[in-house]
Every structure is written in C-alpha cells, then in structure tokens.
C-alpha cells in the first residue's frame, strides 16, 4: 500500500472539506482531501446550485408578469427545457474539473475514493481507480462527509424507486405528476420548481410545513403553492408505495385514500454519509451524527475527546447545522484552530471568538426559495420564548411599505421582529414575500452584532426601498 503523510487530512470534498483545506493551507500547514464522487459535494451537483438553478428562471418570469408594461412583453410561457439546460451548465454537467483545478491552485492535494479512518492519525484511502493509500496526518483529520436523504421506512416505498433529493435536482424530465413526502424546506422549494416546469404536483406533509420557521411563513407558502395549482396535503401520511407496470406510483395514505403520481420524491430530512467512515476503528458508531465540542472536535458517547483531540467533524455531519454557508463558516473556525493548535497560537474560544461558531447557535440565516421567498435569521418567537427571553414581537406588512408597491404590482409579504426586552437587541428575525433574500443580511448583522434598537434608528433605510420595513417595524415598537 502506497503512503503519504500531511499536516491535515480531510475526508469529503463538498464545500465544508474544501474550505477547511484551503483554511490549514493558508495558515501554513499541508493538506490532503479525500473524495469519493465530485470535488463540490452535494451542494454543487445535487442540492443548492442545481435545486436554485430550477427555481431562478420562473421567479424572474414571475416578477416580469407582476408588472404592467413588462407583462405585456412575456409572450410565452416557461421554457422547461431550456431551464434544464441552464441547470446542467450550472452544475458543470456533472464533472469536477473546475473544483479540482481550484484545489490544485489552493495547494491542496486530492485523493479520490472512498476514505476510512483506520486508526488514531490515519485514513486508508481506496478507489476504482487509484491504488490503496494510507495517509497519515500529523495534526489533524477532519471528518466532513456531508449527508444523504433519509427515507421512511413505508411499505414498499423501496421497491417504488422514489425520487430523493439527487433526482430531482439532477431530472432529465418533468414528470407529469409528481407526488412529494415531506413537507420541509426541499420538499416545499420542489413542490414550486415542479409546478412551475408543469408538473402536477401534490405535497403529502404529514406534520405541516415548514414548521421550523414562525407560523405564517408555511401559511404563506401553503397559499402561493395552492394558487400555483399544487394540491397541498396537510395530515397526509404515506401508508404504503408502489409502482406498477406502466411506471405508475400508487400513494395509499394511512386514511385509505390513494394518491397517484408519476414520481414520488421524499424529503423527510437527511442523514450523516458515516456509515463507511471507519467510525469503529475509533470506538464510535457508524451511521451516527457526530458530536463535536465548542471549537468542533469531535466527542465520543461519554463526551470525551478522541485521543489527545485529533479528529474534527465540520459541516452536515455534525448535525449543527445543515446549511452550506454555515458549513463553511465551521470549516473557518476549524482551520483556524486547527493551525492554532498546530503552532502553538493561543487558541480563542469565547463566544463569538476566532475558533468557534458560535452563530450556529444564535444567529442562522436561512432563505428559502419558495414563491414568495422566506428569509429568517436567529430565533423565531416561540423558540426565543423556549430559551427563557423576555420578548416582544413586531409585526409589518411588507406590502404597506413604499417600496413593495413599486417592486410589484399585488406584491404580499409580511416582516416580523422578535426583540429581547432585556437587552433591547433583535433576536430573530423573519420576511416572507418576493425577493426578500437579498433583505436578509441587514438582520443577520444587527443580531450578531447586538445593535441596541436605539442605534438602529440611525440606520436609515433609502428611500423607496423594500427594506423600509426597518424603519416601519422600529416605529410599531416605539422609540
Ligand atoms: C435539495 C437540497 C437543497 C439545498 N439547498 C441549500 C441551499 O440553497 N443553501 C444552503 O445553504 N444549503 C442547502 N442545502 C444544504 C447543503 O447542501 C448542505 O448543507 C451542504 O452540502 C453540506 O456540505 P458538506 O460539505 O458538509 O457536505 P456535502 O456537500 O454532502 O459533501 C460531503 C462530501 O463528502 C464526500 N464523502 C462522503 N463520505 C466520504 C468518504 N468516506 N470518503 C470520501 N468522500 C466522502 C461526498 O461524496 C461529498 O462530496 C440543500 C440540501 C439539499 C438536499
Ligand atoms: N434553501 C435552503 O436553505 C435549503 C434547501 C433545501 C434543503 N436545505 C437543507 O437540507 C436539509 C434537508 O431538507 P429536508 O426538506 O429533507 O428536511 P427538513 O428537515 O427541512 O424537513 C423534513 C420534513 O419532513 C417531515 N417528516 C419527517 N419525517 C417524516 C415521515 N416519516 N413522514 C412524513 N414526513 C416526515 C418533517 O415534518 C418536515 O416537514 C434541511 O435541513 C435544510 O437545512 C436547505
């Protein structure tokens, strides 16, 4: 078996493994990265870039037909097959070559194939192509394998050859009918790519949707999908699945009733890629979330470090968050204290310090890309109220502001504030309407920041812009 060691060894090459090698790189270390498929992950081929690259093209067509002058100009309808072929370009036709000549350029060496932990300190490495290798790393191994779509255990869904998240952003075909189980934040982003490229779509969301968020985002959305066609199913449990002859999927749901599609995808969450990871090389369980500590080494079940600390988990895999851009926020702190550790640097675990991610906890943007967007950050108000904070929730309608009634024309939304009466600072914050993503980042800094209301009045929305509803929400609370 051939041999290498390096300072770091990454396992997985999505986002999260990339930017944790690039980080131990420029802080001066050496690095080599494991990959099994793509270099990108699932987030370039099979997730965030194709699923959005579904979406865009219909959201922009939307907005066109929402305004007099350039509706009349929208002749036709959606090109289905000409977004396809956006997507495929998008995700680079499936091929890795712009990701591995970033590695290469970054001084990160790629490995492809499978990656197991084979003892303390080292990974065997074995692909169809490459010969078995064992590497070694000085410092650290940082596991960031990802996630895979979890499926329910529903009779005869297997055997049903269901859609998974992989198929729906990688189709080659709209189907006529498209059934979905779930009711989260794939399933409703789906449900509105789906409809808009002309599917008949029915959303079975046993439990509501998406109930994380403040409880008149599903509302919202459940409307728009509803207008969109889509018959929304709210209670609706998958009893059994099966395919028939003709390519039909039969849906029977556990009140008899019978839902008939030409696919069926499921999107009931995810689950960690550590099944054939070397897990229990190490004395830890394959197939389990990791646990990891504040500057995100991993923990075994007594909360004890692996060794003397040198195995870290980064990205889905430790089930913090399951977001790119918080991933790789992760993947920073990770390398960071990885090269601290490494040069003996101090190392910074305070809240909010350099080697811990701290807003994993406090401060998650989110934008769902549904029609309207949903865009949140921090804590909704019954979870501020679950942690104990005193608060206090203000509500907007994002249509009553200046700029939504330019924006577009009928343009709904709303806009809620949730403040901690304690510290008069915002603690979660939530939108609801069309393109309110971009409006996001403004919450994101004034919770992270900790901006006392009283300040925030001196950051003074430009006029007529949607996001007035700064200056509304703060005039509702008082001053
Ligand atoms: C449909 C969908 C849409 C999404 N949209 C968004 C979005 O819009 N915005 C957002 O922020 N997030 C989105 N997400 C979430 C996002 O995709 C994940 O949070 C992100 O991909 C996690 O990155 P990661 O690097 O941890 O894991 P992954 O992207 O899963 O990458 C892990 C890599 O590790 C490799 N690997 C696994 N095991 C091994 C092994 N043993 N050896 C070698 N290689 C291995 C895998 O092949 C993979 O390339 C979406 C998810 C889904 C399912
Ligand atoms: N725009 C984005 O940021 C974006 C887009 C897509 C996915 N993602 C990420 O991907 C992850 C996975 O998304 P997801 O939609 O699969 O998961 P999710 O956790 O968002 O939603 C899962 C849904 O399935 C339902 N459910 C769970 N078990 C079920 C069962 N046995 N039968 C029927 N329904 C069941 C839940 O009630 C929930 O509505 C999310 O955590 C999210 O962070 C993000």
């Given at each position: ?47 965030c870039?194709?699923?959005k ?130 009711g989260g934040v794939v399933a409703t982003e789906?449900?509105t ?15 509501g949707l998406l109930t994380r968020a403040e409880p008149f985002v599903g509302e919202q959305v459940a409307?728009s ?95 913090r968050v399951l977001l790119t851009h918080q991933?790789?926020y ?29 807003a994993d906890a406090r401060a998650v943007p989110q934008v769902v890309f549904t029609d309207p967007e949903v865009a949140s950050v921090g804590l909704t108000a019954a979870a501020a109220k679950a942690a104990?904070l005193?608060i206090?929730v203000v509500d907007y309608d994002l ?13 709904q939304g709303h806009a809620r504030m949730v403040v901690d009466?304690?510290?008069?600072v915002i603690v979660g914050f939530t939108l609801v309407g069309p393109d309110v993503a971009e409006l996001l980042h403004a919450a994101t800094i004034a919770i992270v920041g ?16 949607v996001s007035?509803v700064w200056?509304?929400l ?6």
């Amino acid at each position: 078996m051939e041999s290498a060691t390096y300072d770091v060894v990454v396992i997985g090459a999505g986002p999260v493994g990339e930017n944790v090698a690039d980080r131990v790189v420029q802080g001066g270390l050496t690095a080599a990265i494991v990959e099994r498929e793509l270099v990108g992950g699932e987030c370039s081929y099979w997730a965030c870039m194709p699923t959005k690259a579904l979406l865009r093209s219909q959201t922009a067509l939307r907005a066109a037909r929402q305004l007099p002058g350039a509706r009349e100009a929208v002749t036709g309808e959606l090109d289905a097959a000409a977004v396809l072929r956006r997507r495929d370009s998008i995700v680079s036709h499936w091929t890795d070559d712009g990701q591995v000549s970033w590695l290469n350029s970054a001084g990160i060496t790629l490995y492809r194939g499978q990656g197991r932990i084979s003892s303390d300190r080292t990974v065997e490495v074995t692909g169809a192509d490459t010969a078995p290798t064992l590497l070694t790393a000085r410092h650290a191994v940082v596991i960031a394998t990802g996630s895979s779509a979890l499926l329910p255990d529903v009779s005869g869904l297997g055997e049903a050859a269901p859609w998974t998240s992989r198929e729906a952003a990688a189709a080659s075909q709209v189907p006529g009918r498209l059934a979905i189980i779930g009711g989260g934040v794939v399933a409703t982003e789906m449900a509105t790519a789906y409809a808009g490229l002309g599917s008949a779509v029915t959303v079975l969301a046993r439990d509501g949707l998406l109930t994380r968020a403040e409880p008149f985002v599903g509302e919202q959305v459940a409307q728009s999908l509803r207008e969109a066609g889509v018959s929304v199913r709210l209670a609706a449990e998958a009893a059994s699945v099966s395919r028939d002859g003709d390519g039909t999927v039969h849906i029977t749901l556990t009140d008899g009733e019978q839902v008939d599609a030409d696919e069926v995808l499921v999107a009931i969450g995810r689950t960690p890629n550590t099944q054939d990871v070397g897990l229990d090389r190490i004395g830890l369980k394959p197939g389990a979330w990791l646990t990891v500590d504040d500057t995100l080494r991993v923990l075994d079940d007594a909360g004890a470090l692996i060794g003397d600390g040198w195995l870290y988990a980064a990205g889905d895999v430790n089930r913090r968050v399951l977001l790119t851009h918080q991933g790789k926020y992760q993947a920073r702190a990770v390398g960071d204290v990885i090269v601290a550790r490494a040069t003996g640097e101090a190392v910074d675990d305070r809240p909010w310090g350099r080697h811990v991610a701290t807003a994993d906890a406090r401060a998650v943007p989110q934008v769902v890309f549904t029609d309207p967007e949903v865009a949140s950050v921090g804590l909704t108000a019954a979870a501020a109220k679950a942690a104990g904070l005193r608060i206090r929730v203000v509500d907007y309608d994002l249509a009553a502001v200046a700029g939504s009634t330019l924006h577009a024309e009928g343009y709904q939304g709303h806009a809620r504030m949730v403040v901690d009466e304690e510290r008069r600072v915002i603690v979660g914050f939530t939108l609801v309407g069309p393109d309110v993503a971009e409006l996001l980042h403004a919450a994101t800094i004034a919770i992270v920041g900790e901006v006392p209301l009283d300040r925030l009045w001196h950051a003074v929305p430009a006029y007529p812009t949607v996001s007035e509803v700064w200056l509304r929400l703060l005039e509702a609370y008082g001053r």
